[in-house]
């Protein structure tokens, strides 16, 4: 058996804390990329030019930058905010971002922006037909949305998504830089401490090739859900 | 566990609200970065110990308040405090103008010497410009011994520099540092004491030029938190004379 | 230059943060990041050709170990790969004492291995999906003319992959020079790495950190633009056709 020199329960946790930090921003990254993609095929001009704005910075930043200049940075900024809020009202709010909320938003806003292109290019993919068809039947606007659009556009997503969620997945290693602990951070601290760099860091990567082939499962099982009805057009 | 991060993750929206009664003296956090040996450090199970935090702990039931210990890396740590993650930092931070600047010090509460340590055959004796030319010399980031090798030697040699002590003792064993550039009792109890025999002390201890060596290690508060700076001043005098101060010091650093 | 160097000083003076110190800092690292990322892309790329053609290999000896290899590479993430030959390479038992260790001891290099690896096994898949869209005609005529299999994926098959290829490639050149920012995490002084020293120095995360993203997004775009000028002189005979 491996020698884990007491490391196994911490490495356990961190690998949770990689899988909730996963989810929460994918979350919030599904969150952002449906408003992104509104914005892009919105007829205001305004709406247009911000969500062509917001995808352009976060497709020219790298990732660990991004989250280094919100993580120290965006404390800061909130902070200039309730500063003046205790000297003008003398109200003492304290709103902490620490590394795991920094996270979440960095890497949700960063892949809010690729979401946006795959649900804009999925929403312009469902047949139009479709869609008067559910008018015509008397369907209101948002129940053509919930029964019609949305389902018929996730087929065409998921292809994206699940591209998405394999890169997001990685990228949650970058947390540990600004010190979050999560299984990559616990695995160099532990090789560095126990001076066997393969152990952990092997274990870690093992993890991550799990992790990427079950969701790469559950986003097949997910395809044929939503191929219903195509099943026989390949 | 998963519960309260969705909760801090709403933090945002509502805004956790830390209620307080002005001016009182309220319960604080301190932030520290760990591993710097013997000042402070975790036992193996993860227990945080050492010098600072013995002395922090005393100090603060000198004051009378409770004290929550936080871990902060060290780049970080300065506008960590600005931005209210916490209230005092009490982590070897050497006290020098240029930190003046941004933070309220304590009166010092240790001062110790920098030091160049280096592998026991390394060829350096006396670490200057010449010695060190094409050197890789390794230093924590942001500390005043990085701006100290950085503005006097980073023409000719390598700097590289580490988010942690541990980092950069990992690359001297590796061979891929020459010297490295740390507080005096850090390196001694992570290079001399614990790896004995390879490494030894190069050149004088340098406490010169103030500038950058600046007052000896003090515990930092916002500029604004006065009062707790002098409560926390008024409780070093009062254990530094019953004796309190002596018997940290002896545990840490012997006689 | 004199001359310039004394404008500049005095476009500097009043500004604590942005000195010629750090601004040199900034300048170097621009210069070791597209090092860093030109060398990688560049023995990346020629390793993925021979890789990308290998992995549709009839002989399972041949294919699966470079699909291993891609799975491996395009699983795990950029950093631990790094971790893994950075902190790796030195427990090979007396690697100190070879030739090897002078090029190994500085962190340049084990970072330029691992970004190396990395960007060939998504190359060469991104190069597999172009090859295996290869349209069938292209093929058919090939063989109608008589050329044996070596000359037809030289002459034919290849070329017209890598038009094919060439946006995705694009894409991934621009992650590369993205991922690159993690070399800060092994000591190396690149863009990144120059804006966290300026931000530990003198505590200042926004003018540290928006000055290296405004430096990223600008070649970023560089690459864009390039590869945009590339697709409209290779792929210009695939453009519909305009009255």
Same mark, same amino acid.
């Given at each position: 058996m491996i020698d884990l020199h007491g490391y196994g329960p911490r490495l356990l946790e961190g690998a949770l804390v990689t899988i909730e930090l996963a989810v929460l921003s994918l979350i919030l990254a599904i969150f952002l990329g449906l408003l992104t993609a509104s914005a892009k095929m919105?007829?205001?001009?305004? =709406?247009?030019?911000?969500?062509? =704005?917001?995808?352009? %910075?976060?497709?020219? #930043?790298?990732?660990? #930058?991004?989250?280094? *200049?919100?993580? @120290?940075?965006?404390?800061?900024?909130?902070?200039?905010?309730?500063?003046?809020l205790y000297d003008q009202f003398n109200i003492d709010i304290f709103i902490n971002i620490n590394e795991f909320v920094a996270g979440v938003f960095t890497i949700g806003l960063i892949f809010g922006a690729y979401m946006g292109e795959t649900f804009r290019g999925a929403f312009l993919a469902v047949d139009s037909g479709q869609i008067e068809a559910g008018r015509a039947y008397g369907m209101t606007q948002s129940l053509v949305f919930r029964r019609i659009r949305f389902p018929l556009m996730m087929r065409h997503a998921l292809p994206g998504l699940s591209n998405n969620w394999m890169v997001l997945l990685k990228t949650t290693a970058l947390v540990s830089v600004i010190g979050l602990s999560d299984m990559v951070r616990v695995a160099a601290e532990a090789s560095k401490a126990t001076r066997e760099p393969f152990t952990f860091m092997i274990i870690v990567g093992i993890v991550y090739l799990l992790i990427a082939s079950v969701s790469e499962w559950g986003f097949a099982r997910l395809q044929k859900h939503y191929d219903t009805g195509h099943a026989e057009a390949n | 566990m998963t519960f309260k991060k969705i909760l801090s993750l709403g933090v945002l929206?509502?805004?956790?609200?830390? &209620?307080?009664?002005? &001016?009182?003296?309220?319960? %604080?956090? %301190?932030?520290v970065d760990v591993p710097y040996e013997p000042m402070e450090y975790r036992t193996p199970d993860g227990e945080l110990t050492g010098f600072d935090i013995d002395l922090g702990n005393a100090l603060c039931a000198e004051v009378g308040i409770q004290c929550e210990w936080v871990v902060q890396g060290w780049d970080g740590i300065i506008p960590g405090l600005m931005a209210r993650k916490y209230d005092v930092i009490m982590s070897s931070m050497t006290i020098n103008d240029q930190r003046r600047e941004k933070v309220l010090f304590s009166d010092p509460y240790i001062t110790p010497p920098s030091a160049w340590f280096g592998p026991a055959d390394s060829a350096v004796e006396t670490p200057d410009t010449d010695a060190l030319k094409g050197m890789t010399v390794g230093v924590q980031?942001?500390?005043?011994?990085?701006n100290y090798a950085t503005d006097l030697y980073g023409d000719v040699a390598d700097i590289n520099r580490y988010a942690t002590a541990d980092d950069m003792v990992l690359d001297m064993d590796s061979g891929r540092l020459d010297i490295v550039f740390l507080d005096y009792p850090i390196g001694k109890s992570t290079l001399l004491d614990s790896d004995a025999g390879n490494y030894r002390v190069i050149g004088e201890q340098i406490t010169e030029p103030k500038e950058y060596f600046g007052d000896g290690f003090g515990m930092a508060f916002r500029q604004r938190d006065e009062d707790l700076a002098n409560a926390f001043n008024e409780a070093l005098v009062t254990l530094k004379d019953n004796g309190t101060y002596e018997e940290i010091y002896t545990t840490y650093f012997g006689e | 230059m004199d001359a310039l160097m004394n404008g500049l000083e005095q476009l500097l003076a009043g500004n604590s943060i942005f000195t010629l110190q750090t601004l040199g800092y900034y300048g170097e690292g621009l210069v070791t990041?597209?090092?860093?990322? @030109?060398?990688?892309? *560049?023995?990346?790329? #020629? =390793?993925?050709?021979?890789?990308? %053609?290998?992995?549709?290999?009839?002989?399972?000896?041949?294919? =699966?170990?470079i699909f291993f290899f891609c799975y491996v590479f395009r699983g795990t993430p950029l950093l631990v790969q790094l971790y893994l030959i950075y902190y790796g390479v030195v427990f090979v038992d007396g690697i100190q004492d070879t030739w090897l260790w002078l090029i190994l001891e500085k962190p340049f290099v084990p970072a330029l291995v691992a970004f190396t690896l990395n960007t060939a096994a998504y190359t060469t898949e991104i190069f597999r999906g172009a090859i295996k869209s290869t349209p069938k005609g292209e093929i058919e005529a090939a063989r109608a003319y008589g050329m044996s299999q070596r000359l037809m994926m030289r002459r034919i098959v290849m070329p017209s992959a890598f038009r094919r290829a060439l946006p995705a490639y694009g894409n991934e050149v621009i992650f590369m020079l993205h991922a690159s920012a993690i070399a800060s995490v092994v000591t190396i002084m690149d863009l990144t790495g120059a804006a966290r020293f300026v931000?530990?120095? @003198?505590?200042?995360? !926004?003018? &540290?950190? !928006? !000055?290296?993203?405004?430096?990223?997004?600008?070649?970023t775009f560089a690459i864009l633009y390039f590869f945009r000028y590339l697709e409209k002189k290779l792929l210009a005979h695939l453009k519909p056709a305009t009255g």
């Open positions: 919105s007829r205001s001009w305004l =709406l247009h030019r911000v969500g062509t =704005l917001y995808t352009t %910075i976060i497709r020219g #930043v790298p990732d660990l #930058v991004l989250m280094m *200049l919100l993580f @120290f940075g965006g404390q800061i900024g909130i902070n200039m905010i309730t500063d003046w | 929206g509502t805004a956790m609200v830390a &209620a307080t009664a002005n &001016a009182e003296v309220r319960d %604080i956090r %301190i932030a980031r942001g500390t005043l011994q990085d | 990041t597209v090092q860093l990322v @030109f060398l990688s892309l *560049l023995i990346g790329l #020629v =390793l993925a050709i021979p890789l990308s %053609i290998g992995r549709g290999a009839k002989r399972a000896w041949i294919r =699966l170990p931000y530990a120095r @003198f505590y200042a995360p !926004f003018d &540290a950190f !928006f !000055f290296a993203a405004a430096i990223y997004l600008c070649l």
